[in-house]
């Protein structure tokens, strides 16, 4: 038999609808929507990434564009040495 646990951590948001408002609220302040389509090929190797890194496809689409601009920052955004 299970031990009965505490009330747990305390809400920050009365009701869902006022969570999911917050939650909508702060995505649209930190991301923005892009639709576009993919090849099957790179539709299947974001999805591969996705369970070998853990993580959404979102976030994977997000790392592998920040380490493509990491490797190419001086083409991209040439320093006027």
Known sequence: ???KRGPGRP???ET???RVKAFRKRKDRESCR???YVSYGASNRIE???KLWNCSKGDTI???IMEAAEK???TLFPHGD
Do not use: G, V
């Open 11 to 13: 809400r920050k948001h």
């Open 34 to 36: 892009i639709d576009c």
């Open 72 to 74: 190419y920052d001086d």
């Open 62 to 64: 997000d790392r592998l």
């Open 48 to 50: 591969s990434l996705s």
């Open 16 to 18: 869902d609808h006022d």
């Open 1 to 3: 038999m299970e031990k």
